[in-house]
């Protein structure tokens, strides 16, 4: 047996403490350090999840000496720093979503990974449902999907930062549905339609519902509908799935197994298995992906592609009109090197002769 991981976990809050109890419930890993600003904070949640012992800090370097990776769970505009420094300093990093605010700062992350030569993967929990598995094993079945839906209707109350964005719904949910829907279809968006507005009894300062058609490169298409103030009758937190193809149609609620019917009525029955879910998926994942090389599938130069259709979905509902996906990535790429300070960085973003082919939409 290898010997465990040991791993620093940065970012003590809410969901923090839910990466403390995976750790803690996963043989392959060890914590060797938590580091937070907040070093009360730090120590509390340590305590409380089974770590008295556990070194705390304010900084990485304080710690990394002990550490074979980094668990980043800080705030999305803290994710750029910490794990660039992890990744510079000779740390893989396991990054919670999103990976960053901004296309742009997620390509420099990229760079980071490269220069570094360090692994930077993103925590897309929602790829290790159980649920999602088989959902994807009946699709195989069925054949190539002509259209995929999801519906998201819920009517949470945050009373915090998501209620006072301009875009909640968009930035700080879809993201969970966009990057799914790539999974589901094996193909990358090529352009969005999307629009976006709040009803009028709204709790959200900004836009907490939205529709948004993605195109497909094979022609299929993606199409989202939800909102964050439908009360009544709500979807699960992972929405509604339906996927039609020429075979066939599957659908998820979310939360139970998948159901699918063949065109002659026969049901297609959903085979689950028992592999580790959510956030538990993502570690079991990364501890493979850096004990032997192989690219998970959030690896950083894909999840790019997937924060890249939340901005252009935003960009779409601003401005009326289609988005192509190639042209954020692209125009990112160009405002990266222009405000990129580190050479090391900037000379890995020039080295690219093409943004596209390195985040993986062109071949």
Not at 80 to 99: F, I, N, R
Not at 307 to 324: C, D, F, K, Q, Y
Request: charged letters at 20%.
């Amino acid at each position: 047996m290898p010997e465990p991981l040991r791993l620093i976990q940065v970012g003590a809050g809410g969901m923090g403490r839910a990466w403390l109890r995976t750790i803690a419930a996963n043989a392959d890993v060890e914590l060797v350090g938590l580091v937070d600003l907040d070093l009360e904070t730090a120590r509390s949640a340590a305590d409380q999840h089974g770590f008295p012992d556990l070194p705390i800090a304010s900084s990485i370097d304080e710690l990394s000496k002990d550490a074979d990776a980094v668990i980043d769970v800080t705030v999305p505009v803290a994710h750029p720093k910490v794990s660039v420094d992890a990744l510079l300093g000779g740390l893989p990093v396991l990054c919670e979503k999103p990976l960053a605010e901004t296309v742009r700062e997620c390509l420099v992350m990229v760079a980071a990974s490269e220069v570094s030569g360090k692994l930077l993967m993103v925590s897309q929990s929602r790829r290790y449902f159980r649920a999602v598995a088989a959902f994807q094993r009946q699709l195989a079945e069925l054949g190539p999907i002509g259209t995929l839906s999801c519906e998201f209707y819920k009517a949470p109350h945050f009373s915090g930062f998501r209620e006072r964005m301009a875009e909640p719904l968009l930035v700080d949910m879809a993201i969970h549905q966009f990057d799914l829907s790539r999974k589901l279809m094996g193909s990358e968006p090529v352009s969005v339609y999307c629009d976006s507005y709040n009803p009028p009894w709204s709790w959200f300062d900004g836009n907490a519902a939205a529709s948004a058609i993605f195109t497909y490169a094979d022609g299929s298409r993606f199409t989202f509908t939800g909102s964050w103030c439908a009360p009544g009758l709500e979807t699960s937190w992972n929405g509604f799935w339906r996927a039609s193809t020429a075979a066939g149609t599957a659908t998820w609620d979310g939360d139970n197994a998948p159901v699918a019917e063949l065109v002659s009525g026969e049901p297609l029955p959903a085979v689950m298995s028992d592999e580790p879910q959510e956030i538990a998926g993502s570690l079991v994942e990364f501890v493979n992906a850096v004990r032997t090389s192989a690219t998970p599938q959030s690896e950083v130069h894909s999840n790019v592609v997937s924060l890249a259709m939340v901005e252009a979905a935003v960009r779409s509902a601003t401005t009326g009109a289609p988005v192509r996906i190639a042209d954020v990535i692209t125009e990112a790429h160009t405002e990266a090197i222009a405000t990129t300070q580190d050479p090391a960085l900037q000379a890995a973003l020039k080295s690219w002769p093409n943004p596209l082919k390195a985040v993986g939409l062109e071949p």
